[in-house]
Each structure stands twice: as C-alpha cells, then as structure tokens.
C-alpha cells in the first residue's frame, strides 16, 4: 500500500511517514500542494492524506484538482480547522473523511487502514493464493501447519503480489509502488526482497511461487507438479 502525505510541518510529516512504515505502508510526503499534485500526477497511490492549510496551493484545492482529474482514490483531509463549515467544506469537495488536529496516531492510522481497505475492495485480514494464506493484520505468511513472518518491505511485495496473483509487475513498478519516488535504493533491491520471499515461501513449504518473466518482470503463479 502507498500513501501520499501532504503536510507542510516537516516534524509531523516525517512522523506521519514514519508511522505508516511501521504500519506496513509506503509513504512519500510532500511539503506544499503543488508539490503533491506533482507526486499524483507520477504514481499511483492507495490514499491521499490532506493538510488543508498549505503553501502554493492548499489542501481543497489540491482535493478538487484529484477529483476533477477522474480520480477516485480515498483522501482524508488533517487540518487545525475543526469548526464544521470547514469539515462540510472538506468534504463537498471530495474527501472521504476528516481528521481535526491534534490526532492521536492509533486513530490515524486506523482511518488510513480503513481508507485503503476501501480502495482494495476489502474482503478480510486474510488473503489467499493456492496453499498459502497472508494474515495482513499479522503480516505472516502460513502454508498449513507451517508459518512465516515477514518484513515491512516482504509484506508490501508479497501483498500486492496476492491481491493480484498471475500479473506480470516490472521491476520499475515494484521499485515505484512499494520503495517510493525519493527512495535512494537502487533497482537491485527489488530482485534482492524477491529472493528473501521466494526462501520464506520454501521455508513454508508453499505450493506458489514469485515467477521471473524475462525482460517484464515478476508475477506469483502456481506450481504445476
């Protein structure tokens, strides 16, 4: 899952990401609206988050511009604003929900889990391909009496490549989706946390696998004995 925050107190940003990575998400964090709509226009995110006072363009703005672009992508709007006009202000232009500040961090991350699971088409905390189950509240993969637990970066891959079993993702998307734009990590990372998930998904002794497309990418398939 990645996350767009657009926050333009560097404290609380930079906390806000650091949560949600511990929570298992990618965030990339922008400091102004202009420079979110930027990060929108160049990748794909599961949820926006919105501070509604911010330098260039602010939050309402940068919410109406999504909206307008097509795009239905969940967005929960953080302001100090709490009066109610400008929580109907919100959200007449498009948020799906409105966080007041102060916040207590379990309450946002709450709303961000239960955002993205929308955005998913959310069918319960477990996933299911073949032989093998991920608990996405555990972050651990189980293959009948045998279990693993995985890594943020190894949940992030192995998630996507369970909500969408026999696609082909590029090296590029993975790096993209799951790293983000300001990542300093090379390509090589991606073949590196392939190989870590293929040991686990033998240590589990599972009947799937993470297959190399040559020249396209990687994609989870089945085991044809």
Same mark, same amino acid.
């Given at each position: 899952m990645r996350i767009l925050i657009a926050e333009d107190e560097r404290e609380l940003a930079k906390g806000l990401q650091f949560l949600l990575e511990k929570n298992m998400f990618t965030a990339d964090v922008a400091w102004d609206g202009a420079q979110a709509l930027e990060y929108f226009g160049n990748a794909d995110y599961d949820v926006v988050v919105l501070d509604i006072m911010m330098p260039e363009v602010n939050g309402l703005e940068v919410l109406k511009t999504i909206r307008n672009r097509g795009s239905g992508v969940p967005v929960l709007m953080l302001t100090a604003k709490? !009066?109610? !006009?400008?929580? &109907?202000?919100? @959200? +007449?232009?498009?948020?799906? /929900?409105y966080l007041p500040k102060p916040f207590s961090t379990r309450e946002f991350i709450a709303r961000v889990k239960a955002l993205s699971r929308r955005n998913e088409g959310y069918t319960g905390q477990f996933l299911t391909f073949g032989n093998v189950n991920? /608990?996405?509240?555990?972050? !651990?993969?189980?293959?009948?009496?045998?279990? &693993?637990?995985?890594?943020?970066? +190894?949940?992030?891959?192995?998630? @996507?490549?369970?909500?969408?079993?026999?696609f082909v993702f590029s090296t590029s998307h993975l790096m993209d989706k799951i790293w983000g734009q300001d990542s300093e990590a090379d390509m090589n990372v991606v073949w590196t946390y392939v190989g870590f998930i293929r040991k686990k998904l033998k240590q589990v002794q599972a009947g799937i696998e993470i297959r190399t497309a040559r020249g396209a990418g990687y994609s989870l398939e089945e085991i044809i004995c």
């Open positions: 709490a !009066e109610v !006009e400008d929580r &109907v202000a919100g @959200l +007449e232009a498009g948020a799906d /929900d991920l /608990d996405c509240s555990r972050y !651990e993969l189980t293959c009948g009496p045998h279990s &693993v637990k995985l890594n943020n970066k +190894e949940f992030q891959l192995m998630e @996507l490549f369970m909500r969408h079993p026999h």
